[in-house]
């Protein structure tokens, strides 16, 4: 097995032909890339661009999805007490697909199925002619070098340099539109119950939107988030963008919210300032459909200055 990393080389040619994409995010790299017809199996999560949910799906949640906030916490929660996975590989399925590129991730066991997880399923048959690249973004700029990584791993850095000059031109339009614009404070939360701000990216991506976060830092992980810090920085917009949630599913169990008094005190509440989003689709994803997340936000934090693209499929004014 050649194993790639930050610190290691890409892989030499021949350029693989069988690709599995264990994360959604790397899915959508992979056919930003235009080598979508590359891809044999994809995990569970992957659904976008829509035709991937064709492929075999090697991957499967431990706990029910569909239960509550509170209960999927508390579920994983106990599953990593026990020192188990939260998600399950088809093994057998995935060597039967003879990848010669899998792509997976280690920045987030809770999130999706992890670098130690994929090593332990194929330790015993993975031979020299398969590449296992994992992906750790907690920044901006670490997406536009796993774009880099994924491209150059696939034999195409040049649709790579292309692919990210795209999309670093998309955030610098959008930030000279809003550069004189004021600038309103925002929190972003990426879990209901208990309450998690939302780290890692979400502040650049809330700057490109001409926003300024005060729950979080760039690069720093998400993580439980204490009330009277809410309390303490008061935002004046609130995003909704709840880890794997769609837009219904977010407003849904925004009910437990709702009946906190505390959560009632809040000016962006009381303001009419809060809103929902589909985070699954969008801010959740280190891939390329950053950019388009920070579109998004935009219509929300200006929408004098940008059009409401996504107004209703993606997002929705929150009113309880």
Partial sequence: ?????????????????????LIASST???CALGCGDRLVGRSHECDFPPEVT?????????????????EIDRAVRDILTDALAVYDIEAEALRELRPDLIVTQDLCEVCAVSLSDVEAAVCDWIGTGTDLVSLKPS???????????????????????????????RLRKLEERLSARKRPTVGCIEWLDPIMDAG??????VAAAGGRDILSKPGEHSGYL?????????????IMLPCGFDLERTRQEMATLDADPRWQALSAVQRGEVYVTDGNQFFNRPGPRLVESAELLAEI???QIIEPKHKASAWARYMG
């Fill in 28 to 30: 959508e790299i992979i």
């Fill in 301 to 303: 934090l200006h929408p």
């Fill in 226 to 238: 204490d009330w009277a810090q809410l309390q303490a920085a008061d935002p004046q917009v609130l």
């Fill in 139 to 169: 920044r901006l700029d670490h997406v536009w070098s796993d774009i880099r990584r994924v491209a150059e791993s696939l034999g195409e850095p040049l649709r790579g340099e292309a692919l990210i000059d795209h999309l670093q031109g």
């Fill in 1 to 21: 097995m050649t194993h790639s990393s930050a610190s290691q080389d890409i892989p030499p040619y021949p350029a693989p032909k069988r690709v599995v994409s």
């Fill in 54 to 70: 064709a492929l075999p799906k090697l991957t499967r949640a431990r706990l029910d999805t569909a239960a509550s906030s509170g």
């Fill in 200 to 205: 890692n990216w979400m502040p650049e991506i």
